[in-house]
């Protein structure tokens, strides 16, 4: 069993930061991959990017390919994995597709993960289609956001009743979505997740969003399952100053006429991508340049933390970094995460 390496107590107690091999050792990334990405719920597209029967949405959780598609019984989703040879079934992205078929040597599945053809193959008594059909994840859809999970080990409503509780009244599954923006930096995911869930760096890193906002009562909350930043805007900030970081790695924040999602995904040990998706009310052309520079304006802030993440890694991985202490005030979120971390690792 790997256990990171870092005294819990003293974590809580004296809220010390986690030893840095765990940003950077393989071996913990893959634990990570097998602990936490396997077993969680991972948010992937809104629902309604899959609208019509054959409309698939492919992607990678922490490396493990999957897609989700609109059949006759509903939302189905697979790992897109070729039952023959592991070749990738469905390019990532959206598409549209009556049946799946692997673009290596050509087997064709149904929609349902049945698997209806398989040309040139020859004589063989044994072989039986049925006993290779694709391999089936789990899918839930939570008001218009769409969640897989390659072998869930949690309930996804006992995971998130904090989160189902705080934002009961903000009406997210009425918001249209709009656009969604890759971003890949060379760092560890945890470290941009620590990063996203404290404010106490904004002043340092996100200068102009200081300004915007009362920093003085910037408040951060750690919650079951979630942590929660609020922070009054002032300046017409874009932001509504209330920003959410769910375990494992799945984000929400509001601002005016809609909100965006983003997922935390690792790519490598030192590699993260962030899936981010935008959501609005009005989509009429009328608000077209509105939503276009408050799409902006968030990248712009996220791309902000990118240069002290990269760095902070490179002093993990020299050796250089030994733990630190954490602001009992400001990075509670990180204690929290970090402290899911530990309880992860000890499965």
Known sequence: MIIIRINLINLLVKMLNISPENYTSAT???NDVKKIFTGSWQLVCPVSRLAKRGDYYATEISGLKVFVIKTQYGLRAFRNVCRHRGARLLPEGCGTSAT???PYH???WGEGGELINVPWWGKD???????WKLDEISVKVWRGLLFLAVKPDVNFDLEYADLLEEIKDDPIETFIWTHEEKLVFNANWKIYTDNFVEGYHIPGVHPAFHKAIDFDKFETIALNGHVRMTAPPKNNLFYKGKWLWMWPNWTLSFFDGGMNTSRINPIDTNKTELIYNFYFEDISDETKEKRDKIITDNLNVIREDFEVCIETHKNYDSGAYKPGPL?????????YFQSRLIESSSK
């Open 327 to 335: 602001s009992p005030r400001h990075e509670q979120g990180v204690a």
């Open 125 to 131: 008594p044994d072989f039986e289609l049925t006993d």
């Open 106 to 108: 050509q087997w064709v």
């Open 28 to 30: 913990i990334y893959r």
């Open 100 to 102: 799946i078929r692997c």
